[in-house]
């Protein structure tokens, strides 16, 4: 049992901005029924390999605690099928493309005059309004049109780098799953439904609150700078003897715990240290001079003596080494014993 238990979802998402939305209501217990389109199903079961018993581990992974058939919404009996669907549901969220769900007949139009209370969510590339509103949109065009190209990567000099996560894609699936939330605490005072929207281009644009403020108040847009923050140091990636740690000795209390670990504390009366803005200002300084620190001795040492000093540390680790880490702590957001953990399975197709 979750907190959205009794909550009926139908889902007509596919890859990941919608399917990551749909996943974390049925997380918390929402009945969610994946509607994939014939006869070749969501395009993340084609994202091979890898593979788990047969099926892409990408369309496991999105697909968690979800029921699924296939309908092809280009007849009549498949849309049959899902106006009674839609009949006894509380949810309904799609990521066609601009048009599609006018064009079938299940527009939040066409819909709200039978189903006053459905709640609708959209998830597009660039929204419902504005002139890129019939542009069709991937994380990698959000991530390139916000901005994040250019301030992701080693050198403010090199060449556009896409940040490795989707990261427009899944905050749009977070933010469509908390306007969702919004829009039933609505109906639970008012009984009316509500359409919902969000798009990658707005999602990636969350991303970019601290790269934002800087343009916005400076006029200068920021650059790539590595592992390091546009407004704190230090706050990044140093090499050690034998690997790689980050270290987060972003304020100035920070900052002194870091240097007593470090035995440094002489850099604290440095002119060119002694404050967030003097040591952003240096920051290439302040690279060279707690790296050589650093390369004194291995990751494991400074760990420890960080750790002593209560300034957040941690070695770099790859998502494969990270697994065993996820064990050993509370892990609840992903096994819930009372939650199904089943997926959606090849289905015929409806026609």
């Not at 979802?9 to 969610?32: F, Y």
């Not at 079938?104 to 459905?118: A, I, M, N, Q, V």
């Not at 803005?277 to 040492?301: C, I, N, S, V």
């Amino acid at each position: 049992m979750g907190p959205l238990t009794g909550l009926k979802v139908i889902d007509l998402t596919h890859v990941m901005a919608g399917p990551t939305c749909t996943l974390m209501l049925a997380d918390m217990g929402a009945e969610v029924l994946k509607i994939e389109k014939a006869p070749s199903g969501d395009d993340t079961r084609h994202m091979i390999p890898p593979k788990i018993s047969e099926e892409a581990a990408v369309f496991l992974m999105m697909n968690r605690n979800k029921r699924g058939i296939v309908l092809d919404l280009k007849t009549e009996g498949a849309k049959t099928i899902l106006r009674q669907l839609i009949a006894t549901a509380d949810v309904l969220v799609e990521n066609f493309a601009p048009g599609v769900m006018e064009r079938l007949g299940f527009g939040y139009e066409d819909l709200r005059k039978d189903y006053p209370s459905l709640i609708y969510c959209s998830l597009s590339g660039f929204g419902r309004t504005g002139p890129y509103k019939h542009r069709r949109g991937f994380d990698l065009i959000a991530q390139a049109m916000s901005g994040i190209m250019s301030f992701t990567g080693e050198s403010p000099h090199g060449p556009p780098v896409k940040c490795g996560a989707p990261l427009s894609d899944i905050t749009a699936g977070i933010l469509a799953a908390m306007g969702i939330l919004a829009a039933y605490t609505h109906r639970l005072k008012t009984g009316e439904g509500q359409w919902v929207e969000t798009s990658l281009f707005e999602a990636a644009l969350v991303q970019t609150y601290w790269q934002s403020a800087i343009a916005l108040a400076t006029g200068v847009a920021p650059r790539a700078m590595g592992s390091a923050h546009p407004l704190n140091a230090p706050y990044q990636a140093f090499e050690a003897s034998d690997g790689w740690i980050v270290v987060g000795g972003a304020n100035q209390k920070n900052w002194l715990r870091m240097l007593d670990a470090l035995n440094a504390s002489k850099l604290a009366d440095d002119p060119r240290f002694r404050s967030g803005a003097d040591r952003m200002a240096h920051l290439e300084e302040l690279e060279a001079e707690l790296g050589a620190q650093f390369r004194t001795k291995p990751a494991q040492y400074w760990l420890e003596a960080l750790e002593e000093k209560a300034c957040p540390a941690v070695r770099f680790t790859t998502c494969c080494r990270r697994l065993p880490i996820r064990r050993r702590l509370h892990e609840k957001w992903w096994l819930r014993s009372s939650m199904r953990h089943s997926v959606p399975s090849r289905r015929s197709a409806c026609r």
